[in-house]
């Protein structure tokens, strides 16, 4: 894995949660400050960031996805 600096705007929010540095994709300067602040990060900081990322990117695996549409379908099933 690898740290992540992304746009703080869409959906990407949501999936990274805490777990990454973001910038306003509008501004240059947003951006310049989320890349050196990356740099300016010891090891141990790094490190943390990559694994807590890695543990969440788990929650949006696709057989994740697929399990809980099949649940959602299951539940429309039952309904009619």
Same mark, same amino acid.
């Given at each position: 894995?690898?740290?992540?600096?992304?746009?703080?705007?869409?959906?990407?929010?949501?999936?990274?949660?805490?777990?990454?540095?973001?910038?306003?994709?509008?501004?240059?300067?947003?951006?310049?400050?989320?890349?050196?602040?990356?740099?300016?990060?010891?090891?141990? #900081?790094?490190?943390?960031?990559?694994?807590?990322?890695?543990?969440?990117?788990? #929650?949006?695996?696709?057989?994740?996805?697929?399990?809980?549409?099949?649940?959602?379908?299951?539940?429309?099933?039952?309904?009619?």
């Amino acid at each position: 894995g690898c740290l992540i600096v992304s746009s703080s705007s869409s959906s990407l929010p949501e999936i990274y949660a805490a777990d990454a540095i973001t910038f306003d994709p509008k501004s240059e300067e947003s951006m310049k400050q989320a890349i050196s602040h990356a740099l300016e990060l010891n090891k141990a #900081q790094k490190l943390n960031m990559i694994k807590n990322a890695k543990t969440r990117s788990e #929650q949006f695996s696709w057989k994740n996805t697929a399990y809980k549409t099949l649940e959602v379908y299951k539940q429309c099933l039952l309904k009619k």
